[in-house]
């Protein structure tokens, strides 16, 4: 049985050569942002900048100070490398170009 005074969760990183999921076991009314420090991702990825760090659970990005359920993941973002937006509209305009 689960032990109610332990929030067990993991926090997830990737980079395009690798990934993490690291489980963590936190106090009830622990944030995402203490789920980060607890993993030591930020120290194992150096571009990982925890106070500035954009932080999701399961796949919705949420504050750092929001509050965890036993069995959450939380993953941390990286940031774009292209606005989606204008990514789009390039290929859009390579693919008009070859009709």
């Not at 789920?35 to 990982?48: G, K, M, N």
Request: with cysteine; glycine share 6%.
């Amino acid at each position: 049985m689960a032990d109610p005074a332990v929030l067990r969760c993991e926090v997830a990183y990737a980079r395009p050569d690798r990934q993490w999921v690291v489980p963590v076991e936190l106090p009830p009314g622990a944030t995402a942002m203490d789920a980060l420090l607890v993993s030591q991702l930020a120290e194992l990825c150096p571009e990982i900048e925890a106070e500035r760090a954009v932080l999701g659970v399961f796949g919705k990005v949420v504050p750092r100070d929001h509050r965890l359920s036993n069995g959450d993941r939380v993953e941390v973002y990286r940031p774009l490398l292209t606005d989606p937006r204008e990514a789009r509209r390039a290929r859009a305009k390579g693919a008009g170009s070859r009709r």
